[in-house]
């Protein structure tokens, strides 16, 4: 079992009860930010389960030149500020270089680090030593047992306070497929691991100028990561996913979550490990 990070308000990991990273994929404005975050915490409140708010000021690896990445660092962070005192939970957001990792760990409880950019060892530093949650995303072009390495990089900069993050792995072009065995194999470097439901069902460069995607399938995988064991879930979230500016064809609509939830942290229960009598 992996040990529990403390993030706080609430500890990951350990047995604990398995917590939600969500939130739209970028920054599109402070309302849509304010009110989603808002129903997100109202959601997860009412089911008992831990809740960290996400979204991005730059999306820094769109596919065309022309695609939206958010307001940037100084204005996203703003934002994610006044998420953290007004709703009153944990904020993550991704960062893409060292100076981005150290101006977003004055702000935010976890700092993510992408999966194109988990073998930077620069950037996993810099996020080490901000004394931050560090969520190292496995590449699309790993295999589990190497993210062991990603994790040593992060604790020889001196920082144990590490979560994993499963979202897929490339299987032909402009396809996914998450292998099960990735939650266990993962674990054994000790720490949480977290599936990110939605950005697995990402279709990567399959609309030509930008990823497509197919939500429908964010259901079944999380239902069976759930049963994998996994910490905890990744989804990102946006009241109207076919206008949001990034990732809305894999992303989960918010009127849908509550049920999306509850059905996953059923699973939850009864494939937790039962004590020894």
């Known amino acids: 079992?992996?040990?529990?990070?403390?993030?706080?308000?609430?500890?990951?990991?350990?047995?604990?009860?398995?917590?939600?990273?969500?939130?739209?994929?970028?920054?599109?404005?402070?309302?849509?930010?304010?009110?989603?975050?808002?129903?997100?915490?109202?959601?997860?409140?009412?089911?008992?389960?831990?809740?960290?708010?996400?979204?991005?000021?730059?999306?820094?690896?769109?596919?065309?030149?022309?695609?939206?990445?958010?307001?940037?660092?100084?204005?996203?962070?703003?934002?994610?500020?006044?998420?953290?005192?007004?709703?009153?939970?944990?904020?993550?957001?991704?960062?893409?270089?060292?100076?981005?990792?150290?101006?977003?760990?004055?702000?935010?409880?976890?700092?993510?680090?992408?999966?194109?950019?988990?073998?930077?060892?620069?950037?996993?530093?810099?996020?080490?030593?901000?004394?931050?949650?560090?969520?190292?995303?496995?590449?699309?072009?790993?295999?589990?047992?190497?993210?062991?390495?990603?994790?040593?990089?992060?604790?020889d900069a001196g920082n144990q306070r590490i979560v994993l993050t499963e979202r897929g792995s490339s299987f032909g072009y402009n396809n996914l497929v998450v292998d099960m065995r990735s939650f266990p194999i993962m674990r054994r470097f000790g720490y949480p691991v977290v599936f990110d439901a939605t950005h697995s069902v990402q279709l990567p460069g399959g609309g030509g100028t930008k990823s497509s995607g197919q939500r429908e399938f964010v259901e079944p995988l999380a239902c069976a990561a759930a049963g994998a064991g996994c910490d905890g879930f990744f989804m990102e979230v946006h009241p109207d996913p076919d206008s949001a500016l990034s990732d809305g064809p894999n992303m989960v609509p918010l009127h849908a979550l509550h049920s999306l939830l509850e059905r996953v942290l059923r699973i939850c229960d009864a494939a937790a490990p039962q004590p020894v009598r």
């Open 1 to 155: 079992m992996a040990h529990e990070v403390n993030l706080g308000q609430f500890k990951i990991g350990a047995g604990h009860r398995p917590f939600l990273i969500a939130g739209p994929c970028v920054i599109e404005s402070e309302q849509l930010v304010m009110d989603t975050a808002g129903r997100i915490a109202d959601i997860t409140k009412a089911l008992g389960m831990p809740y960290v708010f996400k979204s991005s000021f730059d999306k820094a690896n769109r596919t065309s030149i022309s695609s939206f990445r958010g307001p940037g660092l100084e204005k996203g962070l703003a934002v994610l500020a006044k998420v953290k005192q007004q709703i009153g939970v944990p904020i993550l957001t991704d960062v893409h270089s060292e100076e981005q990792a150290t101006e977003a760990g004055h702000v935010v409880d976890i700092l993510q680090i992408p999966a194109f950019l988990c073998r930077q060892t620069d950037l996993l530093i810099a996020a080490a030593k901000t004394g931050k949650v560090v969520n190292i995303k496995k590449g699309q072009f790993l295999s589990p047992p190497e993210m062991g390495n990603a994790v040593k990089k992060v604790e």
